[in-house]
C-alpha cells in the first residue's frame, strides 16, 4: 500500500506561482512512476506531468514552460512546481503513482487561478 497526500493549493492570481506537495508513505526509490493529474469542473482528469524514478519527466504541451516536476527521494516527495498560472489552470489536482504492480491516488488539492 501507498498513501499520498498533496498540500501546496490555493487561490492564486494569474501569473503568479503555487508549488504542490506530495508526501509518500514510503520510499519512492520503490515507485516507478510518479505524476500529477488535474480535473477541471465538467472535465475529465488529465495528465499534468509524470517523473520517473530516474528523474525522466514529461509534461502535457499546455504546462511546458511552466510547470515543473520533481522528486526528492531522500525526503519521500514529489513536487509541482507551478509558475505562469493562468484561470485554465484551475482544477484539483492529484498526486499518482505507480510501482508497476498498483497505482495510487491521493485525495487531491485544489487550485484556483483567478483575479
Known amino acids: 500500500q501507498v498513501q499520498l497526500v498533496e498540500s501546496g493549493g490555493g487561490l492564486v492570481q494569474p501569473g503568479g506561482s503555487l508549488r504542490l506537495s506530495c508526501a509518500v508513505s514510503?520510499?519512492?526509490?520503490?515507485?516507478?512512476?510518479m505524476g500529477w493529474y488535474r480535473q477541471a469542473p465538467g472535465k475529465q482528469r488529465e495528465l499534468v506531468a509524470t517523473?520517473?524514478?530516474?528523474?525522466?519527466?514529461t509534461y502535457v504541451d499546455s504546462v511546458k514552460g511552466r510547470f515543473t516536476i520533481s522528486r526528492d527521494n531522500a525526503k519521500n516527495t514529489v513536487y509541482l512546481q507551478m509558475n505562469k498560472l493562468k484561470p485554465e489552470d484551475t482544477a484539483v489536482y492529484y498526486c499518482?503513482?505507480?510501482?508497476?504492480?498498483?497505482?495510487?491516488w491521493g485525495q487531491g488539492t485544489q487550485v484556483t487561478v483567478s483575479s
Open positions: 499518482h503513482a505507480d510501482t508497476l504492480r498498483s497505482t495510487y
Open positions: 517523473v520517473t524514478v530516474g528523474s525522466s519527466t
Open positions: 514510503r520510499s519512492t526509490f520503490s515507485i516507478y512512476l
